[in-house]
Structures are given as structure tokens and as C-alpha cells.
């Protein structure tokens, strides 16, 4: 295999024939050297629409781009329900079939690229709300929240319902409670009261 920005540049070629017709350009963004080892991007540029191409030891990260919003290859291929047809990612030891496999998958992307954007822009909305949990529940764990809920379950179970009412009152994120969590703090909060 030649650098990755080579291979880059003969991926391209392939991708020409589908994104060309359609008045996309391609444009390199550049090569470098990572913790994988070194790597090449680029994209096809049509107006507001972008390719975001990313190759390593293979094609990599694909990100389709509208505008400010943006999804994975997966993400879109799954919002125009189309993944079980899609070819890319193939994991093929030649270094260009993916770019070959990402070909036959735009001909199922005419949303992208001569449509509205409309599915590809349902894509981004709901990979941006996952992703977002993703991070709550990774912030979660750092601040403690999860530690406190098993210590809260545990000490409900042990009738010690002060530091069941304490340790609710420490949650960074009291919002993500299960309906059972927040039905012991209310139990804990009448008996600690007397009532």
C-alpha cells in the first residue's frame, strides 16, 4: 500500500464517477501522523453539502455534511433505511474497496446528493441527541451520580432512608433517576419527616 494520501487520491477517482456528474469537487484536507500511524482526508464540496473522507490503513471515518448538521455513514444509511443494502464498511484487505463500497452506497443517497437533505438532516439530529446522552451518562459516572444511585438502592434496602434523602440531594443529574429511584426518595422523604 502506497501513503495514505496516494490511496486517498486514487479513491477518489472512484468517487468522481458518482459525486462529478453531480457537481461535487473534490478538495484534500490534508496528512498526518497520528497514534494509528499516519493518515490522509479530504472531501467532495458542492455548495453547503460535504464528503468528509478519512483514510488510514483503509476509508475510515465518512461523514456526510449539510449545512451546520452532519452524520456518519451509518447514521444516514440507517435513517434512509438502506443499511442492510449498504456495502461500506466491507473490511476487505484491499485498501481501496472501501472506497469502491461507499460508491454503490450513494447511488441509495440521492437525498444527499441532489435533494433536500431532509433525511440526512433527521440523521444528524438524532446521532446529535445520542450522542449527547452518551456524554451525560459518561459525565454521569465521572461526578459520581452512578456510585450514589447503587449506594442510594443499598441503603434503601438497609431502612436507612436519612442517607437515602442525603445522598439523592448529591445527584449532579437528579433528572436521570428511574421511576423506582425517585419513588424511594419520596418514601425516604415521608418516613425521615414522621409521616
Not at 447511488?107 to 431532509?118: Q, T
Amino acid at each position: 500500500m502506497g501513503r495514505p494520501k496516494d490511496v486517498l487520491f486514487e479513491g477518489m477517482k472512484i468517487l468522481e464517477h458518482v459525486l462529478v456528474p453531480k457537481e461535487f469537487a473534490f478538495r484534500f484536507g490534508g496528512e498526518g501522523q497520528g497514534s494509528g500511524g499516519n493518515f490522509a482526508w479530504g472531501e467532495f464540496i458542492r455548495a453547503d453539502r460535504r464528503l468528509e473522507l478519512h483514510f488510514q490503513y483503509s476509508l475510515g471515518i465518512v461523514r456526510y455534511h449539510a449545512g451546520n448538521q452532519s452524520a456518519s455513514h451509518e447514521s444516514y444509511m440507517r435513517e434512509l433505511g438502506v443499511w442492510d443494502e449498504c456495502h461500506y464498511p466491507g473490511f476487505s484487505e484491499d485498501p481501496l474497496s472501501g472506497f469502491r463500497e461507499l460508491a454503490h452506497d450513494l447511488d441509495m443517497a440521492e437525498d444527499f446528493v441532489s435533494g433536500s437533505a431532509a433525511v440526512l438532516q433527521r440523521a444528524a439530529s438524532k446521532e446529535a441527541v445520542a450522542g449527547a446522552t452518551r456524554s451525560e451518562e459518561l459525565m454521569a459516572g465521572h461526578v459520581g451520580d452512578k456510585q450514589r444511585l447503587d449506594q442510594l438502592r443499598a441503603r434503601f434496602r438497609e431502612r436507612r432512608y436519612g442517607e437515602v434523602v442525603t445522598l439523592a440531594r448529591e445527584l449532579k443529574y437528579p433528572y436521570r433517576m428511574t421511576q423506582s429511584e425517585r419513588r424511594m426518595v419520596e418514601i425516604a422523604l415521608k418516613r425521615t419527616s414522621g409521616s
